[in-house]
């Protein structure tokens, strides 16, 4: 706890120079006639005049938890509809759909962007596997199966044998993390503290990617709400039957009215923080190593005990 209070209590003291200058992705309104300047990645930008204190946190979000459930309901799977998204975004020559993003950086650059598709495709193969030579018996079912459907034989074994050597892929209908990139922030100007969601971040949970998490793509989250939104409004304006991108309600199944973009707002989902922005740019179990080692106290106890100190700091900087 003495290491999270002195955390905190250096992130108070530098609160100002956050407020005064927020370098990461701000962007001038008007560089000549206005020097006020918002984060253009942020659904709803706040003044940088009006940020009195900020710090970013990186969050995993487990969809196998019972309390994320409502996220990965039968006809409303959020990572179904990232993938989705990302799909229509190349397929697209409007640049409609979701633009997927190196989850290995934490910029929104041009050269953060997953513009080949070969780059992203790589991204859902389980690193270190291929598939096995075929064997002789398989090779004369090929055959037999090429005849029966009227191709030719060795064609049709050569594209079988391609199809068994290629590296598995991560199963998609079965990813259940995300990673949520986020700035809590203290605006100024009303008094309240606001969570300023930038990315999402899809990773394989380590027992579908071969024994270890993988991140797989990153999306910002503006282009994220935008594609919820649009898929939310459709399936609610046509009357599917299925309504798409809402959040399940188990208290009362047939309510489709929260969308996911509605969830998130809201915080309708359980979370624990894994990485806080700190000059070494070290994660959690990285930073906190001496107590967890000394088994003082868990990863999960560690990221418990931060968010309720920096909902502490958001208190004495309302009574301020």
Not at 123 to 134: C, P, Y
Not at 146 to 170: H, M
Request: proline share 3%; hydrophobic share 40%; aromatic share 10%.
């Amino acid at each position: 706890m003495r290491t999270l209070s002195a955390i905190c209590f250096l992130l108070l003291v530098s609160a100002s120079s956050f407020g005064q200058a927020n370098s990461n992705g701000t962007a001038p309104i008007d560089s000549v006639q206005n020097s006020r300047r918002y984060n253009i990645n942020s659904v709803r930008p706040i003044r940088s005049e009006d940020v009195m204190f900020s710090i970013r946190v990186w969050s995993k979000m487990d969809l196998r938890e019972k309390s994320n459930e409502g996220w990965n309901s039968r006809y409303s799977k959020i990572v179904e509809i990232i993938f989705e998204g990302i799909d229509l975004w190349y397929n697209s020559a409007e640049g409609e759909g979701i633009a997927p993003y190196n989850p290995l950086t934490q910029g929104f650059d041009d050269s953060d962007l997953l513009s080949d598709r070969n780059a992203y495709t790589d991204r859902v193969i389980i690193d270190g596997t291929k598939g096995e030579d075929a064997t002789l018996d398989e090779i004369d079912r090929w055959k037999t199966e090429a005849i029966t459907r009227g191709v030719e034989p060795d064609a049709y074994v050569q594209q079988k044998t391609r199809e068994k050597l290629a590296p598995d892929s991560i199963p998609k209908d079965r990813i259940a993390m995300l990673e949520i990139e986020e700035d809590l922030i203290f605006d100024r100007n009303r008094s309240v503290p606001i969570w300023d969601i930038q990315s999402v971040k899809v990773v394989a949970q380590a027992d579908i990617a071969g024994g270890v998490e993988k991140e797989m793509v990153r999306v910002k989250y503006k282009d994220l709400v935008a594609y919820l939104n649009k898929v939310y409004r459709e399936s609610v304006a046509n009357k599917e039957e299925n309504v798409r991108a809402f959040w399940f309600n188990p208290r009362n199944p047939r309510n489709f009215d929260i969308s996911l973009t509605n969830a998130f707002d809201m915080r309708l989902f359980s979370s624990n923080i894994v990485k806080f922005s700190n000059p070494s740019d070290a994660a959690m179990e990285q930073f906190f190593e001496a107590q967890i080692t000394a088994g003082k106290r868990n990863l999960m106890e560690i990221s418990r005990d931060f968010r309720y100190q920096l909902l502490e700091t958001m208190h004495n900087l309302w009574e301020y």
